[in-house]
């Protein structure tokens, strides 16, 4: 009977410890309590890219004293976006930072309906439901977008440049998210650049639904092996845990690998050994930066910036392969990318698929 009670008192101690150990959150409804939360879509939040990037910028926030609570939902349903949403805005949440293209029409519909909450759609042009004309804008709504064909475009000509073969290949995500178009179009007109003649196999998951095109490593491995096996000796990898499929496996067949979305370099230990570059969007300080608008906007400053706001763009370092790309090579993709800053080269890419 001693040790029947010596075990409850056990359980009791570890109940009420509990809770003195997890942070309780603050009401969110207080003016003085500045909230942030996010929704992510089916690609998770440690898809080591898209989510994982925009999440450290919500973090970043926080770090930063701008916000005093963050907190995020993993979707694992597609229906589900409308109620995630609608579970911060119904908290009181000052800011909801939503991630990706699919995540668009919940996100606006939302913004319509808690109008003194300032949303952040990471990937989500604000063209429907309305026209150009900014005075359509809804004023809580900032569409947080990216110049994918000109990153895609970098690591097209940089892939150009260094393959032995004259091969290339590029394992993607579905092309019905025009960043994701973008982006393999983009390396498609980049390689073209470099060379008119070069071989580009490029193949997109869209024989799937967006609850299995961005989460299916085994099939980005499987392509990028086909690919390989046809004599590519580039691997890009796009598309969330899908694109993260091909790129390890390009590494671990001895080819070069390029990276999506952040520099991969830190994301995917298992392929930097081989690692070439990554196409990158800032999307962690893009994040951080629209939730210090929406901060400043709600005390009574600068209006946030409704409508499409564009974040940055580029191509990440060459990190452990620096000393094998040619001098001349690194001078040239210098080159390219104030071409493209500039507006002297365009990449031909339309904003989404024709």
């Not at 293209?101 to 808690?114: H, M, N, P, R, S």
């Not at 073209?192 to 299995?212: A, T």
């Not at 390989?228 to 845990?241: C, E, L």
């Not at 499929?245 to 930097?272: C, H, K, S, W």
Request: charged share 20%.
């Amino acid at each position: 009977m001693k040790k029947l009670y010596l075990v409850v008192a056990v359980l009791v101690m570890a109940a009420m410890l509990v809770p003195a150990c997890t942070p309780t959150a603050p009401d969110c409804t207080l003016p003085e309590v500045f909230c942030v939360g996010m929704v992510t879509d089916v690609g998770k939040i440690d898809d080591k890219s898209f989510n994982q990037s925009a999440w450290e910028g919500v973090q970043q926030s926080k770090t930063d004293g701008v916000a005093d609570w963050v907190q995020y939902i993993e979707t694992t349903d597609a229906k589900d976006y409308d109620k995630n949403i609608a579970t911060f805005a119904d908290a009181g949440y000052d800011a909801i930072v939503t991630v990706g293209f699919a995540l668009g029409e919940a996100t606006a519909a939302a913004a319509i309906a808690y109008p003194n909450i300032y949303f952040i759609g990471v990937d989500q042009f604000q063209a429907w439901p309305y026209d150009t004309d900014t005075a359509n804008d809804i004023a809580n709504l900032a569409g947080l977008n990216f110049p994918e064909d000109q990153a895609g475009f970098l690591v097209g000509a940089l892939a150009a440049m260094m393959t032995e073969t004259g091969k290339i290949g590029g394992v993607f995500g579905t092309d019905a998210v025009p960043p994701v178009w973008r982006f393999g179009e983009g390396y498609r007109a980049g390689a073209l650049y470099i060379n008119p003649d070069i071989e580009i196999f490029i193949v997109y998951h869209s024989d799937v639904g967006f609850d299995k095109t961005f989460t299916d490593p085994e099939w980005g491995a499987q392509t990028a092996d086909s690919m390989i096996d046809n004599g590519a000796d580039v691997i890009f990898g796009g598309g969330g845990k899908t694109g993260n499929g091909a790129v390890v496996e390009a590494a671990l067949r001895g080819v070069y690998a390029i990276g999506v979305d952040t520099d991969q370099y830190y994301t995917l230990p298992e392929a930097a050994p081989k690692l070439l570059s990554s196409a990158m969007k800032l999307i962690t300080p893009g994040v951080a930066g629209l939730i210090v608008a929406a901060k400043d906007a709600q005390g009574g400053g600068a209006a946030f910036p409704a409508g499409n706001y564009m974040g940055l763009g580029g191509y990440a370092p060459y990190h452990d392969l620096d000393s094998v790309v040619p001098a001349d090579v690194k001078t040239r993709m210098e080159e390219i990318n104030a071409g493209l800053l500039d507006g002297t080269i365009l990449t031909g890419v339309s904003p989404v698929k024709p």
